[in-house]
């Protein structure tokens, strides 16, 4: 039986009514008849040409247009989150504005859909370029041995992944330096004289907070740093809050604490406050992301500062050029960098 060449999915080729015909050995209008549960075609036929359309990912109210040829001029994103996070998770707003920013200018427009799991944003994926409504993609929180990288590389859908090129496949990568931001933050605390350190890290299985993790222990044992447990969070103010309270009542409580996002840092500056610690006399405090949300607590928050609204241009910018033919090894940015504010000091005696 006649395929569609496995090459030409991997260049951004969508599968047609003409690839259908093909197969089956009918007329294009006939697939289309059938696809559109038009008379003139036989049961078995119709059967038939369901089954190929499935096979090599070709969505049925696709047909007209399939017939046309003609670009979407929209990109997808699908986040696993709960909806109502994000307008509180200031990472995505400004990325996604980022994103925004460019599309905008070259006419494109951003389908986005939040969704309860990567499966499902796979599937998202796959009826969006099947019914050709988009020309391009973006993958966020990528997993370690991430399905969503093969599928999408065996659809050929045009992909820009916002992660570490470690496991990205053949997708087009935008990712910063994380171990370095690590680096930079536990040198500065072991320099003011904190010798025990805690992390509020975010989802376990995401490759860059496998990579953090990874990072902190290692930089832990090469100061000398007596690393406090890392509690993993869904990133939301409440799982930080819960994190930072464990790691307060712990017997060796953390003089200073590292915070995977802005959210859960400042929940756990609230919590701080609960227990009559003192922020920065009693406890530092290192946010991640540096949005205005840390700014405006009191004290503000020493962070770890990147601008994720050029991070989501970056994103952008690249996967245009992927939609008009150009090639990408991807793109690094820069490493986020310390700001201290404050929330830290040396320890107390």
Known sequence: MDQVSPQRKRAGRRPTIADIAKIVGVSKVSVSNA???????SEATRARIAEVAEEIGFVRNSAARALSGAKSSAVGLALARPARMLGTEPFFMELIGGIENVLSDASYSLALQVVSDHERGLEAYRRWWGERQIDGAILVDLREDDARVPALEEIGLPTVVIGHPSG???????????????????????????????????????????????????????????????????????????????????????TAILYDNDMTAVAGLSVAQEMGLRVPEDLSIVAWDDSPLVQVVRP??????????????????????????????????????????????????
């Open 35 to 41: 696809l559109n549960g038009q008379p003139g075609v």
């Open 168 to 254: 990205s496949g053949s997708l087009t990568p935008v990712w910063s330096d994380d171990a370095a931001a690590i680096r930079e933050t536990l040198e500065y605390l072991a320099a003011l004289g904190h010798r025990r350190v805690g992390r509020v890290a975010g989802l376990t299985g995401l490759v860059h907070t496998s990579q953090r993790d990874a990072a902190f222990a290692a930089v832990c044992r090469e100061l000398g740093l007596e690393a406090a447990p890392v509690i993993h969070t869904d990133y939301t103010g409440m799982e930080g809050a819960r994190a930072t309270r464990r790691l307060l009542l712990s017997p060796a409580r953390p």
């Open 300 to 349: 503000p928050l020493t962070a770890l500062t990147r601008d994720i609204h050029a991070y989501g241009a970056h994103a952008a910018r690249i996967l245009l050029a992927l939609i008009s033919g150009e090639k990408s090894e991807g793109y690094e940015d820069a490493a986020p960098q310390l700001t201290p504010r404050g929330s830290t000091a040396a320890p107390p005696a």
